[in-house]
């Protein structure tokens, strides 16, 4: 549920001026005006789409224990976009004939409702990139004592995936016994990762020769190394 601002108070009014106004309800089309803005396109997976947007829609925030706006004496009016994408079909037979999605954003500036509908329809792939970096590839394994050790092991991890991206099409598929066959264009990294042993000896190698395993000298005798700076954990805010 969203409200859009208030009127503006007449003269000589008491009381406290209003936060919010009149409300606008995702699931009664009676709450909605009409749209400020509307747009049209063609996909191949879901037909003709149709997003209208409402500017100027803001939510109602709570000040429970643990959120965000629990320390502050009146939660902030945030106003933003209201987006309602309808499409024509959804690519698999679901159970729900509901083919409506809404979404909210805000920006400082104008927000493209076309650009924010299709990044939406691409939060699956985002959220599986993640727990693939971090599952497979170990992007939370190390224990690294620096930031600037967490920005290098970050940069190794990306590099790592996109050369799983490039080397897709020249992998071969080995896949488990469960698993449908798929074309080499459609692999995914972690099939592609299972034939990236046979692909390395005829890669180009850009690392520099290795160094000799001679143990070095060492620390030098009598000196010591303090305690390993300690910094607060970051928490995700409620």
Not at 71 to 92: E, M, Y
Not at 175 to 190: G, H, M, S, V
């Given at each position: 549920m969203?409200?859009?601002?208030?009127?503006?108070?007449?003269p000589?009014?008491?009381?406290r001026?209003?936060?919010?106004g009149?409300?606008?309800?995702?699931?009664?089309?009676?709450?909605?005006?009409?749209?400020?803005r509307?747009?049209?396109t063609h996909d191949n997976r879901y037909?003709?789409i149709t997003?209208?947007?409402w500017?100027?829609?803001?939510?109602k925030?709570?000040r429970?224990?643990?959120s965000?706006w629990?320390?502050?004496?009146?939660?902030p009016i945030i106003a933003?976009?209201v987006?309602?994408v309808?499409?024509d079909?959804?690519?698999?037979n679901v159970?729900?004939?509901?083919?409506?999605?809404?979404?909210?954003?805000?920006?400082?500036?104008?927000?493209?409702?076309?650009?924010?509908?299709?990044?939406y329809?691409?939060?699956?792939?985002?959220?599986?990139?993640?727990?693939?970096?971090?599952?497979t590839?170990?992007?939370t394994t190390?224990?690294v004592c620096?930031?600037?050790?967490?920005?290098?092991?970050?940069q190794m991890?990306?590099?790592?995936?996109?050369q799983?991206?490039l080397?897709?099409?020249?992998?071969?598929d080995?896949?488990?016994?469960?698993?449908k066959?798929?074309p080499?264009?459609?692999?995914?990294?972690?099939r592609?990762?299972?034939?990236?042993?046979r692909?390395?000896p005829?890669?180009?190698?850009p690392a520099?020769?290795?160094?000799?395993?001679?143990?070095?000298?060492?620390?030098p005798?009598?000196?010591?190394?303090?305690p390993r700076?300690?910094?607060?954990?970051i928490?995700?805010?409620?």
């Amino acid at each position: 549920m969203f409200y859009n601002n208030p009127p503006a108070p007449e003269p000589h009014t008491k009381g406290r001026p209003r936060r919010h106004g009149t409300r606008h309800e995702c699931a009664n089309p009676d709450t909605w005006p009409e749209p400020d803005r509307t747009h049209t396109t063609h996909d191949n997976r879901y037909g003709t789409i149709t997003i209208n947007a409402w500017d100027g829609l803001h939510p109602k925030l709570g000040r429970k224990k643990g959120s965000r706006w629990a320390d502050f004496d009146q939660p902030p009016i945030i106003a933003g976009t209201v987006i309602s994408v309808s499409v024509d079909h959804l690519p698999k037979n679901v159970a729900s004939n509901n083919k409506t999605l809404w979404l909210w954003a805000t920006s400082p500036h104008q927000v493209d409702i076309d650009l924010a509908a299709r990044a939406y329809l691409r939060r699956f792939d985002i959220e599986h990139t993640f727990r693939f970096i971090k599952n497979t590839l170990g992007w939370t394994t190390p224990s690294v004592c620096t930031r600037e050790q967490a920005d290098r092991w970050t940069q190794m991890i990306a590099a790592d995936y996109t050369q799983l991206r490039l080397a897709k099409p020249l992998a071969e598929d080995h896949r488990l016994p469960w698993e449908k066959p798929q074309p080499p264009n459609k692999l995914t990294p972690a099939r592609t990762r299972r034939d990236f042993r046979r692909l390395r000896p005829a890669l180009i190698n850009p690392a520099r020769p290795p160094k000799s395993q001679t143990p070095g000298p060492g620390r030098p005798k009598g000196t010591r190394t303090g305690p390993r700076p300690r910094h607060p954990p970051i928490k995700r805010a409620a």
